[in-house]
C-alpha cells in the first residue's frame, strides 16, 4: 500500500551543526506535505509544510524541500540547538483522506 | 482554549473493560482526527470528521473501536472489551479544513492490564 517512510531512524549531531532528515513518500497523487516535531510525552507540533506546486519554503531556522520527481522531501535545520532533541515525523495526504505518517527519526544534538 | 485539549492524559484499565477518550479540538476547526501512537512508533491513522459529512472510518482496526463527535465539536472514543494490544497512546488532532495543518493534543496513554 501507500507509505510514508524515512531513510534513517536516528541522527546525531553536533550543536550549531546543520541537520538534514529524509522522507521518501510512493504516494504520487500527495499534493500536501507536512513536518512534526515530537517530544517525549507531547503530541507532534506543526514545525513546516508545503504544497506540491513548492519545491521548497523556508521558515524560522526551517527550510523544507520537495522533490516530486523522486518523491523525496526533507528538512533542514539551520544551526541545530539542544532544543531540536526530538523525533521528526513527515507526513503527506492526497486531500481525500488523513494524513500518513513516516515512523520518525530521532534527533540527537550534541553539545 | 488555544490548543487541542485531550482526556484523561492517562488510563490505566484491565482487560475486558470499556474505555471512553475525549477530544477538544481549536474552536473552529471543522476537522478532527483520531490517530494511535505505539511506542517508539509512528502515528496510525483510526477516524476523520470533516464538518456534518460522514467520517471516514477506515482506520479503526476493530469494530470494538468507535467515535463519535458532538455538535461538531467535542469528540469521544470509545475502545470496548479492551485488549492488550490496545495499549498506546491515542492522539487527536484537529485543522481548519481537511487539507491543512493539524494540529495535536498531548494524547491519553492507555495501559491494558
Known amino acids: 500500500g501507500e507509505s510514508v517512510g524515512l531513510h534513517l531512524p536516528t541522527l546525531s549531531v553536533q550543536e550549531g551543526d546543520n541537520s538534514i532528515i529524509n522522507c521518501a513518500y510512493s504516494?504520487?497523487?500527495?499534493?500536501?506535505f507536512i513536518w512534526y516535531k515530537q517530544e517525549s510525552g507531547k503530541g507532534p507540533q506543526f514545525i513546516i509544510d508545503?504544497?506540491?506546486?513548492?519545491d521548497k519554503r523556508q521558515g524560522q531556522r526551517v527550510t523544507v524541500l520537495l522533490n516530486k520527481t523522486v518523491k523525496h522531501l526533507s528538512l533542514q535545520i539551520a544551526a541545530t540547538q539542544p532544543g531540536d532533541s526530538a523525533v521528526y515525523f513527515c507526513?503527506?495526504?492526497?486531500?481525500?483522506?488523513?494524513?500518513?505518517f513516516g515512523s520518525g527519526t530521532r534527533l540527537q544534538v550534541q553539545p | 482554549g488555544a490548543g487541542v485539549s485531550q482526556s484523561p492524559s492517562n488510563k490505566v484499565t484491565e482487560k475486558g473493560k470499556d474505555v471512553e477518550l475525549r477530544c477538544d479540538p481549536i474552536s473552529g476547526h471543522t476537522a478532527l482526527y483520531w490517530y494511535r501512537q505505539s511506542l517508539g512508533q509512528g502515528l496510525e491513522f483510526l477516524i476523520y470528521?470533516?464538518?456534518?459529512?460522514?467520517?471516514?472510518k477506515s482506520g479503526l482496526p476493530s469494530d470494538r473501536f468507535s467515535a463519535e463527535r458532538t455538535g461538531g465539536s467535542v469528540s469521544t472514543l470509545t475502545i470496548q472489551r479492551t485488549q492488550q494490544e490496545d495499549s498506546a497512546v491515542y492522539l487527536c488532532?484537529?485543522?481548519?479544513?481537511?487539507?491543512?495543518?493539524?494540529?495535536f493534543g498531548d494524547g491519553t496513554r492507555l495501559s491494558i492490564l
Open positions: 504516494n504520487s497523487a500527495s499534493d500536501y
Open positions: 508545503i504544497r506540491s506546486n513548492m
Open positions: 507526513a503527506e495526504t492526497d486531500g481525500r483522506r488523513a494524513l500518513t
Open positions: 488532532a484537529s485543522s481548519f479544513e481537511g487539507n491543512q495543518p493539524q494540529h
Open positions: 470528521f470533516q464538518g456534518n459529512s460522514a467520517p471516514d
